[in-house]
């Protein structure tokens, strides 16, 4: 192969590595969580407040520092069994976090699930102490796996069409994958017979990008 050619391959191989590193990264940030909240703000929990008779509630005061909130001072429930992200050595009086969660009401909720403090309560479904969200995270390990979990798509339709969480967009992007893997093997055994070099890593470079972006429209259907 001239010089060249091997640079332009040696290159695209390059491109699309990054692209496959960056693009899961890109999409967590641009494509909202699968459950819309009205509520995401910054707050600083200043208070215990109380807690359900069972323990699986949390009650909180917090003084919000940044973002949409019902006021500035608030009341934050933390559900063991329902908030994710939640851990109670990080998330204590004292320490500050982010939170997204929706308004909690007599209408909603009932008996010990809902208590009297004088100030909006608000049910969270999220708490992020770090760099990103949990779906955040839970979204990027799905789409780092998503080309090996696209190898089982063609196994997969079957038990698909006689499971109760089975939706036309799920189906869609099985079918999508099996085509996918079609489309990489036969790929895959033309390419052997070339002589360009670095055209196998190309190959599955694209595979995995792609791989990728099939799994996008069902992130929210994963987790």
């Given at each position: 192969?001239?010089?060249?050619?091997?640079?332009?391959?040696?290159?695209?191989?390059?491109?699309?590595?990054?692209?496959?590193?960056?693009?899961?990264?890109?999409?967590?940030?641009?494509?909202?969580?699968?459950?819309?909240?009205?509520?995401?703000?910054?707050?600083?929990?200043?208070?215990?407040?109380?807690?359900?008779?069972?323990?699986?509630?949390?009650?909180?005061?917090?003084?919000?520092?940044?973002?949409?909130?019902?006021?500035?001072?608030?009341?934050?429930?933390?559900?063991?069994?329902?908030?994710?992200?939640?851990?109670?050595?990080?998330?204590?009086?004292?320490?500050?976090?982010?939170?997204?969660?929706?308004?909690?009401?007599?209408?909603?909720?009932?008996?010990?699930?809902?208590?009297?403090?004088?100030?909006?309560?608000v049910y969270t479904?999220?708490?992020?102490?770090?760099?990103?969200?949990?779906?955040?995270?839970?979204?990027?390990?799905?789409?780092?796996?998503?080309?090996?979990?696209?190898?089982?798509?063609?196994?997969?339709?079957?038990?698909?069409?006689?499971?109760?969480?089975?939706?036309?967009?799920?189906?869609?992007v099985l079918v999508?994958?099996?085509?996918?893997?079609?489309?990489?093997?036969?790929?895959?055994?033309?390419s052997r017979r070339?002589?360009?070099?670095?055209?196998?890593?190309?190959?599955?470079?694209?595979?995995?990008?792609?791989?990728?972006?099939?799994?996008?429209?069902?992130?929210?259907?994963?987790?």
């Amino acid at each position: 192969m001239p010089v060249r050619g091997r640079s332009s391959t040696r290159r695209l191989a390059v491109l699309l590595a990054v692209l496959v590193l960056l693009l899961p990264v890109l999409v967590v940030h641009l494509i909202p969580t699968d459950t819309y909240e009205p509520f995401v703000f910054r707050a600083v929990l200043t208070e215990h407040l109380a807690q359900s008779e069972s323990g699986k509630l949390q009650y909180f005061r917090a003084n919000v520092v940044e973002g949409n909130a019902p006021a500035s001072s608030i009341v934050v429930a933390l559900d063991r069994a329902y908030t994710r992200g939640y851990r109670p050595a990080d998330v204590a009086a004292g320490a500050a976090a982010w939170f997204q969660g929706s308004l909690m009401t007599p209408d909603i909720f009932y008996g010990e699930q809902y208590l009297f403090f004088g100030l909006p309560q608000v049910y969270t479904r999220q708490v992020k102490t770090g760099l990103l969200w949990p779906d955040q995270w839970t979204e990027l390990r799905v789409l780092y796996l998503s080309p090996v979990e696209t190898l089982a798509a063609p196994i997969q339709i079957p038990f698909l069409i006689h499971s109760d969480s089975f939706t036309y967009t799920i189906m869609a992007v099985l079918v999508a994958r099996t085509i996918l893997v079609g489309l990489a093997v036969y790929a895959l055994i033309r390419s052997r017979r070339s002589p360009r070099r670095g055209t196998t890593l190309t190959l599955l470079e694209l595979y995995a990008l792609f791989a990728m972006l099939i799994t996008i429209p069902i992130l929210g259907d994963l987790f």
